[in-house]
Structure formats: C-alpha cells, structure tokens
C-alpha cells in the first residue's frame, strides 16, 4: 500500500485521479458479438439502393463496421487488455499510448486515431485509384509529368506517416494496413523498380495479420524515408500476431481476416509488377477464402471483382487468353448480376461489365487480335456514353422537380 496525502494539495491530487464509475461509457461488447459488416442490417444506413443485399433480404452498411474494427476509435482492445478501471485512470492522467512530439502533440488519443483514419482512408479528386476497383496497372512509363509524380509521393509520404502514427499508438490492425498501402503506393510512384520494396511491405503487412509474432523495429524501418535494411539485423519478433491465440482474447479474428485480404491483394500486385505471374495468381486466390461467406453486396462485389480481373490479367501476361477470359467472364457475371436484379445496385453492376470488357479487349490486344478488342472497347465506350447521358437526364428531371415543388410551395 502507498502513502496517503496528508497535504491538502496532495489530497485534491489524489481525488482527482478518482474515476466516476457511474459516468464510464458501456463496457466493450463481447467478442462474440462483433460481427464488423459481415451482419446485414435490417434497414439501410444511408440512402440510395447501392447497400442492398443482392439476392436476399437486408443491407449492407458500406464497411463502417469494419473500419470501427479497424480503427477501434473506442480503445475496446485497450479496455479489454487492462480493464476498466485501469485503461480511464490512465486515460485521465494521459498515459496511453500516444504521438507527444510534433504537430499532433495537443491532440488527443482518439483525435490522432481520427488522424490515422484519414490518412488510411480518405481518397482525394486527384487520385488515380480513387474508386472501389483495385485492378492492378502498371501507372509508371515515364512520361508522366511532375505534377502526378508530386501527387504520387505525397500519397506515399502520407501512408508512411500512417505507419508511424499507428506503432506510436500501438494499433496493430493499422500498422498492418498502412504497409498494404505503401506496397500500393510503391508501385504506383515507381512501378518495377519499387516492386521488391512493395513486396516487403505487403510481406510484413502478413505478418503482423498473422498468427505468429511480428518485430516492430523491423516494421518500422518502413516507415522511413529511405529504408535501409541492415543485412547482419538480428529479428526479434515478440509481438503477437492479429490472430495470435493471445491476441483474439482482445478483439475478433474478423480484424485479421480483413488486413489480410488487403494484404494478399497488394501482395499479389506486387508479384505481378515482378512478372511472377504463378505467385501473384495463387496470392489473389488465398483472399476468396476469406470473402466466402460475405454478403453479396456492391462493396464485396467490387472486391471479388478485382480478384477475377487480376487473376484473369496474370494469363494474359502469360499469353493464355482462354484461361484469362474465363476470369473476365466471373467478373463481368458480378456485373450482370446486379443489373438484372430488380434491387441490385445499376451503376455498380454498369461498372463491373464495362471494366470485365475493358480486361478482355486488352488481352485480345495481347494474342494479336487487335480488331477484336477494338470492337469491345467501342461497346464500352458506347455504353459509357449512354449512361452519361442517361444521367444528365436523370439529375434535369430532379432539377425540374424540386423547382416544381418550390414554386408550389411559394404561392
């Protein structure tokens, strides 16, 4: 037992360092019951039909469940790990884990995870992979100019300083995302020539997801402006692991399910801007496990989608445009699904169709038949105008609408 206060000052200290318990927040739910956006909702959380369940009853709520998972902006696994009691006193005294020096000093532990969710998450205008495909191209010929390359490396800056923001705040599920971006990032600043540093990237990213043990210094040397790796560095991983044994007391294997899955994406872009063909297909393969059970929904779709199309894209590298169209077929089926459902989601099901047959005219291009795939492009393009034009009309009508009620409303 320590000291009591006998100074006045000393007792108000240690009055303040009291917790209210009355006035904590609820306790974290149990694990059983974080399901992320895997549980379909009864009702849709935003307007619009693009959340739908596609061939079934309920919604999908657009991956917000998954990113509270991801981001755990209410310190459920810190709750967890050290209790109630001891996770707010040493809130209140500020002794979590958090960046004390530099411009986010002031800002509070969940301000700075806000932060981080905007430096993982947010897509800017100018991005080039702003969207919800994630089909690999290779961006880099050497003619772009330097406003895009600038753009590029400030992409890259930022999810450098991701990495460094979430070992500061000790967020394992973030560190592991941040390094799946900057094996994305990589490659899309510096194409071939940064494909084995994206590799490695993309490598510790599975690590940290994994159910082993993972070596913080080593990750952070990628978070450095130049990485330099020592060849003599002597590893030493003793952290457990997202789906370590230990770690699942504390939060839902669903959180490594999905860094994994960001992961053996970026990992497979990664091998393909090698050339290794046979590994890129088989690290693309190793994500549908993990998407097996999902709902099909738009945002899965767009996932499975991607998947199909940069399977499909590793023959056609290879020259077998046979086994690389039985993909874009997969893909474009994704599309036609939600066309033709009454519910399903247009502009997304418009979306797949077009980019399967934008794949697929590519790869035509590839074996030598070069009419073939440019009578698809034309279709795609065709189609593309049509829709644009459908609509512009579309946004006049609501125009004239609203105008109409106005006027109504006013005399």
């Known amino acids: 037992m320590g000291k009591k206060a006998r ?8 009055q303040g360092r009291k917790i209210d318990k009355a006035a904590l927040p609820p306790p974290p739910p149990p694990l059983s019951e974080e399901f992320g956006s895997s549980k379909v909702l009864d009702n849709p959380s935003l307007p619009g039909t693009g959340f739908k369940i596609l061939k079934g009853h309920g919604y999908d709520d657009g991956g917000v469940a998954d990113l509270s998972l991801l981001i755990d902006l209410e310190d459920s696994v810190q709750r967890r790990r050290r209790g109630e009691n001891e996770y707010f006193t040493a809130l209140k005294a500020d002794l979590l884990p958090r960046a004390t020096r530099g411009p986010m000093a002031k800002m509070s532990r969940r301000e700075q995870k806000v932060s981080l969710a905007q430096l993982l998450f947010s897509e800017d205008e100018e ?14 010929d050497g003619d772009e100019d330097e406003k895009t390359m600038k753009h590029r490396a400030t992409r890259l800056s930022q999810a450098k300083a991701a990495l460094r923001l979430s070992l500061l705040l ?37 690590e940290i997801a994994g159910d082993g ?14 990485p330099e790796l020592d060849p003599k560095y002597e590893k030493n991983a003793t952290t457990p692991g997202l789906a370590h044994e230990s770690t699942l007391k504390l939060l839902p294997i669903r959180v490594s399910h999905l860094c994994k899955r960001s992961a053996l994406l970026q990992r497979g872009n990664a091998y393909a801007a090698l050339g290794r063909q046979d590994d890129a297909r088989q690290s693309y393969e190793e994500v549908f496990p993990l998407i097996q059970d999902e709902p099909r929904c738009a945002r899965v779709d767009w996932e499975r989608f991607s998947l199909y199309i940069n399977i499909g894209n590793t023959y056609s590298r290879a020259g077998d445009f046979e086994l690389a169209n039985e993909q874009y077929k997969l893909a474009e089926k994704l599309g036609a ?28 291009k590839k074996v030598g038949r070069e009419e073939e795939g440019k009578a698809i492009l034309k279709e795609v393009v ?13 946004k006049k009508k609501k125009e004239e609408e609203e105008n109409a009620k106005a006027s109504e409303a006013g005399s």
Do not use: Y
């Open 7 to 14: 100074s006045s000052a000393g007792i108000q200290k240690a």
């Open 127 to 140: 991005a080039e992979d702003r969207g919800p495909s994630e089909v690999f191209m290779d961006f880099t």
């Open 170 to 206: 000790r967020e394992a599920a973030c560190a592991s995302l941040s390094l799946s971006e900057l094996c994305k990032r990589q490659l899309a600043l510096k194409g071939k020539p940064g494909a084995e540093e994206a590799l490695r990237c993309a490598e510790k990213a599975l």
């Open 213 to 226: 043990f993972w070596d913080g210094d080593e990750v952070a040397i990628e978070a450095e402006d130049e």
């Open 337 to 364: 699904d939600h066309l033709e459902d009454d519910e399903g989601s247009k502009n997304d099901g418009h979306g797949m169709v077009d980019g399967s047959k934008r794949a697929r005219a590519f790869a035509l």
């Open 382 to 394: 065709e189609s593309q105008i049509r829709l644009k034009l459908e609509k512009e009309k579309e």
